[in-house]
């Protein structure tokens, strides 16, 4: 048994226990070990915020009926699996869940399925300001508290009576509707609170304050930043905050991968909330870092990519001061965050350095064939402006494309490029790519089946070159294959000589504009693939895909 399903079965075992049992006739009814049963305890007082009453008699878990709805809530939505189905009768698209057996007794497909329907009349007719995080979290949460309802197990009247939202109040006679029960009135508080924390109203928080004091400590808090990173995490704390005041939570579906994969960001995303917290309610676990972790990521991308596409400029005069000076201040009015003044020198200093840059700009005459040396005058002419404009344009462009071949050659390994030498279908071609990709260890050999699957749906030839793929959960390792065959290979009635065999995964996600960007204009090219096809030995193709940017 995996751990997520012995967590759901502890979980259960708890739940329904009505006396105190020690730790020993608990792992004996689950039929694991003590040490097991200790660990997973732990995993879910730190994950869950489990927390058991114990004394000399043993251990039992005594949670409210509020809180036992939330961690329901918490546990389902880690361990249910959800795929989209698109029903061709209604052409609609619907969740179909697949429920471990353990939780169907709090929550069940039947259920599920029709709180989905519910919520599309609800969504249709009132228009909620609902995000597809919300609109799970909303799902589950009904779809539980039917299912205790139903068992007679209701919210305390204890919580605190507010007016409800419209919304609530419609959404209440659609669920009575269709399940034919009675909502008790503090279960209609419960779901309020859903309702209040979606349409941000009524929390008692007024936006424009929390959103300026969320500004004010990010600006104090964050080293490095720009407005957009501000923005963004403004608006989704201000979102946090909210739900911390009603004591709801929501899943990230990848936190896992987020903090294995940009574990950078994640840490940053952590030490954040950590100091926020200090100021802020905030609700602080690995799904809520997430988040804010992929804002981060998101900013470190968009910084990297700015870099990467700035023109540095050489600017040089007689003295390497006086109208230098006036000229680079000139430069940033024009050409703002294009442009990065890398240098002001001399021209005594340029004879005794080698200083690379983009592009050289002079204020005195320089006799030189390279097109990136530049002679303006510090007033920057009409016509001089022109010049500048075409050549930054045409420097960025380049260096874009640069950057994205990089991102693609990281792709293409030597022992990813195969030699083919004899003539050869499209199924051997696909079972020798994926064979001897699966014996580098880049995929696994389940590869080779998924990607026959997914070229009996459709031809992934284009013009004269092939382009098969499998599912990304066989990719070990992100890589592009490459088969080179002047024998031919016959794909769908016609000859292609070169495939590409794609093997990406989420590792490469950041990148993956810039890497379908180059292979695209790449396999557009017609005349290069055909190039490509006649090409014998493996440095020859490799040296060709990462050939001279232009």
Known sequence: MDRDSRLIDILHFLLTSNKQMTLIEVSE???????????????????????????????????????????????????????????????????????????RAYINTDTLNLVQKALADFIQFDNPKINEYEYEALLVHISIAIQRIRDGDFIGENIVERELHPNTVHLVKILEKYFDIHIPKSEKQYLNLHILAIEGEEIDIDNDVIDSKIISLLEKSLVNYDITLISNLAVHLRSVVKRAAQGISITNPYALEIKTQFLESFDLARDLMKTLSYELPLIINDDEISYVAMHFQSFKERIRKELNNKVSILLICSTGYGTAVFLSQRLKELFGDRINIAKTISVEELSRKNIKA???????????????????????????????????????????????????????????????????????????????????????????????????????????????????KYVNHPVIGVLVNQNGIIWDKTEVKVVFFIALNKEIDSSMDDIYSYFYDMISDQKRIEELGKLEKIIDIYNFLGGEVK
Do not use: W
Not at 37 to 43: A, F, T
Not at 89 to 103: A, E, G, I, R, Y
Not at 403 to 416: C, D, P, Q, T
């Open 358 to 472: 983009d592009l050289i700009i002079s204020t005195i005459p320089i006799k030189s064939k390279r097109e990136n040396i530049l002679q303006i005058s510090p007033l920057i002419k009409e016509n001089e402006l022109e010049i500048l404009k075409r050549l930054i344009g045409n420097i960025q462009d380049k260096k874009e494309k640069m950057h994205n071949r990089n991102a693609f050659m990281k792709l293409i390994n030597k022992n990813s490029i195969f030699i083919g030498h004899s003539r050869l279908n499209k199924e051997q071609a696909i079972k020798l790519i994926a064979s001897k990709l699966c014996s580098e260890g880049y995929v696994s050999s389940e590869m080779e089946c998924a990607a026959l699957k997914r070229e009996a749906l459709a031809s992934t030839k284009l013009d004269n070159v092939a382009i098969p793929h499998g599912d990304i």
């Open 29 to 103: 009814m689950l039929f694991i070990s003590q040490s097991t049963l200790e660990k997973d305890l732990d995993y879910l007082r730190r994950n869950f915020g489990v927390q058991l009453s114990s004394n000399n008699q043993g251990i039992i878990l005594d949670l409210s009926e509020d809180e036992i709805r939330k961690l329901l809530s918490a546990i389902t939505k880690k361990s249910i699996n959800s795929e989209l189905n698109y029903d061709e009768m209604s052409s609609k698209f619907s969740l179909n869940f697949d429920v471990p057996d353990t939780l």
